[in-house]
């Protein structure tokens, strides 16, 4: 079982930058994924970026590419997601979420994901 806990969210202005933090803990294989999603109020949890335990491939949503970088580090079990230019359409509770998952197709639909933290807010002021 793996546990996943989110800190770093906070309040900022639109422009702002908040850097993300996932700490995972239990056994996590080589080939599980752990990836940021986002729920805003009334609206489905979506995916924002992706990156698998080993190896350099990650993965973004359209809308965060070039604003946001997510990386992993193994050696203190943690993934980060830093979070630059800020909008208010970035607001959100944002969750990491891993699974035991092969196919990037996969990665997209929070319904593949196994384990999750309990989210860390986000808000953006204009």
């Known amino acids: 079982q793996v546990q996943l806990v989110e800190s770093g969210g906070a309040s900022v202005q639109a422009g702002g930058s908040l850097r993300l933090s996932c700490a995972v803990s239990?056994?996590?294989?080589?080939?599980?994924?752990v990836s940021w999603f986002r729920q805003a109020p009334g609206k489905d949890r979506e995916f924002v970026a992706a990156?698998?335990?080993?190896?350099?491939?990650?993965y973004y949503r359209n809308s965060v590419k070039g604003r946001f970088t997510i990386s992993r580090d193994n050696n203190n079990r943690s993934v980060h997601l830093q979070m630059d230019s800020l909008s208010p359409e970035d607001a959100a509770v944002y969750y990491c979420?891993?699974?035991?998952?092969?196919?990037?197709?996969?990665?997209?639909?929070?319904?593949?994901?196994?384990?999750w933290g309990q989210g860390t807010q986000v808000t953006v002021s204009s």
């Open positions: 979420g891993t699974a035991l998952l092969s196919r990037p197709e996969t990665f997209y639909s929070w319904k593949n994901y196994a384990s």
């Open positions: 239990g056994r996590i294989l080589s080939n599980y994924v």
């Open positions: 990156v698998r335990w080993t190896g350099t491939n990650t």
